[in-house]
């Protein structure tokens, strides 16, 4: 139940997250659910937020965009200068840092003195190892050696993106400065949250969870939090019943595509893919969207060996390519080899999704007067 003392402290909580009461709950629900939490979960994280035990966060920036710092820009649950200056102690930070040169490396060296073994190291961006790792360096020092430097005393080290979780886009065949992951260079476990961009839910869940149990979630054998990576994206996919009925686009901008029907023969990669962006979404779950939903295949940014490396076919060759049969079945979880396809089953997933507050989405573009012997298969 909601705690006296978090009930005592309410006027402040909604003064430092600028949120009502309501909404603060409702935020911590929300992280609750998308972490597959027990009901009661929400609680627990509620008073770990309102306690202001705030980690501190070094987060560094390598071969990348700034697409995951962007994404975390975007979300809206709290808002990202919420997260910043109630739930994080973001102590060092190159894109949103006022300051620059050596003030900049002087704050992160004292926050890596003040909280050492305490702090939580992010790391945004692929590492280059090829000839000594010249090619990034900050500071006049390489990303290797800074890597190395800030993950030797950090509590726990989370690699945001596909970039730090595996090398990603830098890392594209023929990978000229030997692009790497995260946990590839210190040889250990890190949590990672692919995605190029990853979903900002995710990463402020996998945070909220470090804050409210004092531990990192449940991973995956890629580091991966299973909470957000256990389901493949055709799994959820809003047009999967097209995929079924082998209703495909052929083209973009054709009747099929402008119906919603399946992108596999645009080379979509759902089938080969786990995240859960049909069921998160981006930029919100109310009003939010994903690739596949705005009509452009998934190019399997969340895995290794497939985002960035699979080679995208000509377009006559992926029309031509039929679904392989043997897709893990629609209930079936990563690595457990379970299949479970009973309909009284697949109700009790979609009963379970529903109450865990995610969105299931129907059967898109299915209009009273379309006709389904569209474009097939
Ligand atoms: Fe960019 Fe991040 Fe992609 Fe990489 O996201 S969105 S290139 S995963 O490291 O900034
Ligand atoms: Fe699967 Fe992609 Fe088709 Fe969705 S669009 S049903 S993920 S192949
Ligand atoms: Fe990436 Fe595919 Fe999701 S491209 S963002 S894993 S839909």
Not at 79 to 93: F, M, N, R, T, W
Not at 287 to 301: D, K, M, R
Not at 324 to 347: D, F, K, M, N
Request: proline share 6%; glycine share 12%; hydrophobic share 35%.
């Amino acid at each position: 139940m909601y705690d006296d003392k978090i009930h005592a402290n309410e006027v402040e909580t909604e003064h430092r997250f600028g949120l009502s009461r309501r909404d603060f709950l409702s935020f911590c629900a929300a992280m609750a659910a998308t972490m597959g939490l027990p009901k009661g979960a929400e609680a627990q994280i509620a008073q770990a937020i309102a306690a202001k035990q705030r980690p501190s966060v070094i987060w560094l920036h390598f071969q990348e965009c700034t697409g995951c710092t962007e994404s975390l820009l975007r979300s809206e649950h709290p808002a990202i200068e919420k997260l910043i200056l109630d739930i994080i102690s973001l102590d060092y930070h190159e894109t949103l840092f006022a300051a620059a040169g050596h003030q900049a490396e002087a704050a992160r060296k004292a926050a890596m003195a003040k909280h050492k073994g305490k702090y939580v190291l992010v790391v945004e961006g692929a590492i280059p190892v090829k000839d000594g790792g010249i090619y990034c360096k900050i500071g006049g020092q390489t990303a290797l050696d800074m890597l190395k430097e800030c993950a030797a005393d950090a509590a726990a080290v989370i690699a945001i993106g596909s970039c730090a979780s595996w090398g990603g886009m830098p890392s594209t065949p023929p990978n000229p400065t030997g692009s790497s992951g995260v946990g590839e260079i210190l040889g250990k476990t890190v949590v990672t949250i692919p995605g190029c961009p990853p979903n900002p839910y995710n990463f402020l869940s996998t945070v909220v969870h470090f804050l409210t149990f004092g531990a990192l979630p449940a991973i995956d054998d890629k580091g991966r939090p299973k909470f957000a990576y256990s389901r493949l994206i055709h799994e959820n996919c809003e047009r999967r019943a097209h995929f079924d009925a082998g209703r495909f686009a052929m083209e973009f901008g054709d009747d099929g595509h402008r119906k919603g029907y399946c992108l596999y023969k645009l080379g979509c990669k759902g089938p080969e893919t786990y995240a859960n962006c049909p069921s998160i979404l981006f930029g919100g779950v109310d009003n939010g969207s994903w690739p596949v939903g705005t009509g452009h295949p998934c190019i399997g940014c969340t895995e290794k060996g497939i985002g960035f490396t699979k080679p995208i076919h000509a377009l006559a060759e992926l029309q031509n390519q039929r679904p392989p049969v043997g897709y893990p079945r629609i209930v079936e979880e990563q690595g457990t080899g379970a299949s479970l396809a009973s309909s009284a089953l697949l109700v009790g997933v979609a009963a379970a999704a529903a109450g865990a507050g995610y969105k299931l989405v129907g059967n898109l573009g299915r209009d009273e007067d379309e006709d389904d012997s569209g474009k097939q298969g």
